[in-house]
């Protein structure tokens, strides 16, 4: 059985996508999204997840904000994570001409995160140091360590990172897509696969599309030759001319890390195809269809294909960071130093910060083969912070390379993807 750590809450039922194949005939508009595509249409049959789509924005807005605290109060950000964000001007929205959609509310009113998010104690949480966590030494859960990160950068002034190189906008958005993001998706798409859902489908269904952050069309937003990162013209593009809707022409979070590690398994000729995005996509459209003819033979895989897929792009995410650290630590030697001046450090405190948030996003929906103990071997082997002055470079290279191993050997990616990753 799979397991899911975290159900979805039925108050709300609640940027890279994939097409895997030579696109041609795209016509690529600027960052405003484009004046229309007359030869695009909407595959995806539904745009009612507007609850899913703020919790999208609003996750990256405030990982946006604590980014930039000594601009933003804790009442501020606090206001965005508490359901009081209802007539606040859409950050995302800022660059675009959009459909109408300027405040929260145009898109759905009254989206809470903070009653989404799990309570659950965090893997080895209890491992934190004082400046990262409110009870070090203690168990914390995901809702407690977002709080104290808001007011250490809110109303403290800390940042952008801790003493100890946690950075607190990676956590404040990477965390916030593990939890409500890919926890309450999953958990939907589990049900569907396990045969467990028997009423409000379509709903429910457009819930977990919602999450995952999909625009209604795939090809006009991809570009899988052009050697950056999957997206044709940023995650943006008005399909039909009325101005970008937010829910059905936008890219968000997780279909762009779909698309982006996508890209770069599609772009390495060493290794077989693995189009995350597409699977994921084609999944979700052809369950979508099948629910609105009453047909649900077919249900159960298209969920788990594309929870497969959503799934092993969080490990991917893992992968990839990592390798960004292992990197950083080829440039250095003997016992690991902090960041001087405008340097990130001998490891990198963004790249360390995203691979411990991805790592505990599996905490909230994992295969079975990945085992509890292998997740927290993985944590383990990333640290509690990054190890300055208490590893060599070899040393810590050595731990990032066996968190790689279970995660690679888990999920079964060759060794060119990973690399390449």
């Known amino acids: 059985m799979q397991r899911s750590l975290f159900r979805y809450t039925t108050a709300f039922l ?29 595959e995806y049959p539904s745009n009612n997840y507007g609850a899913e789509t703020v919790t999208n924005l609003l996750a990256f807005e405030l990982g946006v904000r604590v980014g ?63 400046p990262d966590s409110p009870n ?14 808001f007011q250490e950068a809110g109303a403290n002034n800390v940042g952008p990172a801790t003493s100890n190189g946690i950075v607190l906008s990676q956590f404040a958005e990477k965390m916030l897509l593990g939890t409500p993001l890919y926890g309450q998706g999953a958990a939907i798409l589990s049900d569907f696969a396990n045969g467990n859902v028997s009423s409000n489908r379509a709903e429910q269904w457009d819930a977990a599309f919602g999450y995952f952050g999909f625009p209604r069309t795939l090809e006009p937003f991809v ?83 594309a929870l497969d897929a959503w799934e092993a792009t969080v490990a991917v995410n893992v992968i990839h960071y990592i390798n960004s650290m292992e990197g950083n630590l080829e440039d250095a030697s003997g016992t690991l130093e902090g960041p001087q001046g405008d340097s990130s450090g001998d490891v990198g405190e963004d790249a360390w910060g995203e691979a411990k948030a991805f ?4 905490q909230f929906y994992s295969r079975d083969a990945l085992r509890s103990q292998d997740l927290n071997n993985v944590l383990e082997d990333i640290g509690n ?9 070899s040393e810590y ?25």
């Open 385 to 393: 912070d990054p190890p300055y002055g208490e590893m060599t470079a």
């Open 223 to 305: 570009d899988y030759e052009g050697g950056g990162e999957g997206l044709a013209d940023g995650p943006a593009r008005d399909i039909d001319g009325d101005g970008v809707d937010l829910t059905s022409e936008y890219v968000h979070t997780w279909a762009a890390y779909a698309i982006e590690r996508s890209a770069t398994a599609e772009a390495n000729s060493e290794s077989p195809s693995n189009n995350f995005a597409q699977r994921a996509f084609e999944a979700l459209v052809q369950g979508r269809k099948e629910i609105a003819n009453e047909n649900y033979e077919n249900l159960s895989s298209r969920a788990q294909t």
């Open 359 to 362: 790592a505990w996003s599996l």
């Open 136 to 149: 070090a030494g203690s168990p914390v859960n995901t809702d407690e360590l977002l709080r104290y990160y």
């Open 68 to 130: 930039n605290a000594t601009d933003n109060s804790e009442s501020a950000l606090l206001d965005r994570y508490e359901g009081n964000a209802d007539d606040i001007t859409i950050r995302a929205a800022q660059d675009l001409t959009t459909e109408g959609q300027n405040v929260y509310s145009d898109i759905q009113g009254g989206v809470d995160l903070s009653s989404q998010v799990s309570t659950a104690d965090l893997l080895r949480g209890n491992e934190l140091e004082s």
């Open 14 to 42: 609640l940027p890279l996508l994939a097409v895997g194949l030579v696109l041609t005939g795209c016509d690529s508009t600027g960052s405003n999204g484009g004046g229309g595509d007359e030869t695009a249409t909407f």
């Open 397 to 421: 290279a050595s731990d990032l390379q066996d968190a790689t191993d279970i995660l690679a050997d888990t999920y079964g990616f060759s060794d060119s993807n990973v690399a390449a990753w």
